[in-house]
């Protein structure tokens, strides 16, 4: 099992004039990617017992993900309000303060069964205490045994100081196995450096593979042994929300299929190993970018998609 920390909200997308509610947030979005590609998942997360969060929770069981971990709460759903940059990007407005994603600190972790191979976390619920200081804590007692794995998914909309945040993804490269940046992450937490140096840095603190997105100019990833670079496919875009966390998704589930999701495996990762991770994970990324919201394909249409190339 893959175990999913973070947030989980509900998406307010500007249609046509009309705020339409969507169930979203980074983490919760790569749960039910995995979930939806049949890998064994459960979310480790604060949920709402109102409206909003029986919806997040519905969706959830809907796609397969464990409800062992999570936690339920009185505290209200946060909100994002997503609104169209008009450049294929989105800005978004949050909502978070007395809310259930901030209802999570370092008792409330649950113990993880010996199933859970790797701990994936990432975006606000590593920007923000208390749950930020809660899924550290999460993450640092588990990489002993388990695969770490850290999206940050910047959002410095919620940063209170952003060299605080940067001080902390530094810890995070202390004890992670695998991290995936977006080039947007990368230019925001290291702008002095280049993409490829941003990587090797990240190999050289110990990290076993290092993964950067292009979006549309495709995806580098980096091991001890090997690098691969592939491109994106043409594809017409209906909407960019939740790629990276389907990207994210993707990666892990052919890591996991094929083994390769531990410690010692990770590091003997070459160029074949990585271009075949890269292919599938930009498959599950191109099939989610073409529908609307963040809405991650299911295993048998990213096979169907592999199989038409």
Do not use: Q
């Not at 969507?22 to 409206?51: E, K, M, Q, W």
């Not at 450096?193 to 050289?204: F, K, N, S």
């Not at 990290?207 to 990833?221: M, P």
């Amino acid at each position: 099992m893959i175990v999913v920390a973070g947030e989980a909200l509900i998406d307010l997308v500007f249609s046509d004039g009309v705020l339409r509610p969507h169930p979203g947030g980074g983490p919760y979005n790569t749960a039910i990617a995995l979930g939806r590609l049949d890998v064994p998942v459960g979310f480790v997360g604060r949920i709402s017992v109102d409206p909003f969060g029986r919806l997040l929770a519905a969706c959830l069981a809907e796609s397969g993900v464990d409800d062992r971990y999570l936690l339920r709460g009185d505290a209200p759903t946060p909100l994002a309000v997503v609104d169209d940059t008009g450049d294929g990007g989105h800005s978004f407005t949050f909502y978070l303060v007395g809310t259930a994603y901030a209802d999570l600190t370092p008792s409330d972790l649950p113990a993880l069964d010996a199933a859970v191979v790797a701990v994936y976390a990432g975006t606000l619920a590593l920007a923000t205490d208390p749950p930020a200081a809660a899924i550290e804590a999460l993450m640092e007692r588990e990489a002993p045994r388990r695969v770490i794995v850290v999206d940050p998914n910047v959002r410095p909309a919620v940063f209170g100081e952003p060299n605080e945040y940067r001080a902390r993804f530094e810890r995070w490269a202390g004890f992670a196995h695998v991290i995936k940046l977006s080039d947007a992450d990368s230019a925001w937490l290291y702008p002095e450096l280049e993409p490829e140096a941003v990587l090797d840095g990240l190999l050289e603190r110990g990290v076993r593979l290092a993964v950067l997105t292009r979006g549309a100019d495709g995806a580098v990833a980096k091991s001890t042994l090997g690098r691969a670079e592939v491109a994106a496919p043409p594809v017409d875009v209906v909407d960019t929300v939740g790629a990276g966390d389907a990207f994210a998704a993707g990666l892990l589930r052919r890591l996991w299929e094929t083994d390769r999701l531990a410690a010692e495996a990770l590091g003997l990762l070459d160029d074949a190993d990585l271009e075949d991770a890269l292919r599938f994970a930009t498959a599950v990324a191109t099939l989610c970018v073409g529908r609307s919201g963040a809405d991650p394909p299911a295993l048998a249409d990213v096979r169907s998609h592999l199989a038409a190339k």
